[in-house]
Structures are given as C-alpha cells and as structure tokens.
C-alpha cells in the first residue's frame, strides 16, 4: 500500500508547469514544425503525446504507463490512419518512461528490438534533461522507418491525417 502511495504521491507532484519547463512553448513549435516536415516524406503520420502524471483511475489498478500509451494512441486516432502506419511517441514525465506505439502497418516491418533500442536512447537524453534531443532524435528515427516501409511517390502529396503538433496532458 506504501507504494501506491508513493507513486500516487509523485504522478501529483508533478504537474503542468513541470511539463511547460522540460517542454517550452518554443519547443513544442519546433516539434510540429518537425513533424510535418517529417510527414512530407512518407505516408504515416506521428504523434508526440507527454503527460505529466497518470490519471487517478491508472494509479489505484496499478497501471503501466505502456497501457495509458495504447489507451492514448486510441484516444488520439493515431490507429486510424489509411495505410495503419502511425506512431505515438509517448513520455510520462513522473515516471520518466517513454512508450512508441506502432500501429500494425509499421510494426510488422520494425522489430520490437528496434523500438526498444530507440526508446533506450529517448531515456538516455532525457536523464540529462535533454528533452529536445531525445525527441529529435526519436522523431527522426521513427522518420526513417517510415520513410523507408511508407515512402510517398514521386509527386503524391502527404494527405496529413492528424495534427502535428504535440499533445500535452
């Protein structure tokens, strides 16, 4: 019971304002700004999500922050893309964890290997408290896989299904 308390205790301790230091107005610009240029390259769409703490409900059943990913990655409409090729980029700052969900399209041509890799370098940037790098570098990676399994044709123009800009819970 003593740790549910505690992390209780830390998913409420940090708050908005935290997020709005770790990810500034300006920052959030660049990130869509990245985004779409990103999205001009391939068919699949990206979403950047960040959350300072789990809902209430999550804490008291225990809840991984991978399931509040997928819950999110449904909530955003990430899922429902024409080629099933979106990717949420998910980080929960109380936690520091840091979720890439695929939908089916891209993850059957990425290895659960290559996700967590990326994920692993997302958490090394951000232990140093380098928030922009780590989501850089990840936006760039996840731009290459789909640049690489869903590259637009030769005068196709992205159709931009979801909104670049990141969301911020």
Known sequence: MLSRLA??????????????????????????????????????EIRICVEAGLPTSYLWRDARPRERAITL????????????NGVLIYLLLAEHAIEIVADRGIDARVSDDQWAA?????GAAFRDGRFEDGLTQAL???????????????????????PDEPVVL
Do not use: C, I, Y
């Open 7 to 44: 992390r209780l205790w830390r998913h409420r301790w940090v708050d908005e304002a935290e997020v709005r230091r770790a990810l500034p107005p300006d920052l959030l610009e660049r990130l869509e700004r990245r985004v779409g240029a990103s999205e001009r390259r391939h068919s699949g």
């Open 73 to 84: 990655f449904g909530k955003l409409r990430v899922w429902d893309t024409e080629d099933n």
């Open 118 to 122: 990326m994920a692993q370098r997302m």
């Open 140 to 162: 760039e990676e996840v731009s290459a896989l789909l640049v690489e399994h869903f590259p637009l044709a030769e005068g196709q123009a992205d159709s931009n299904e979801l």
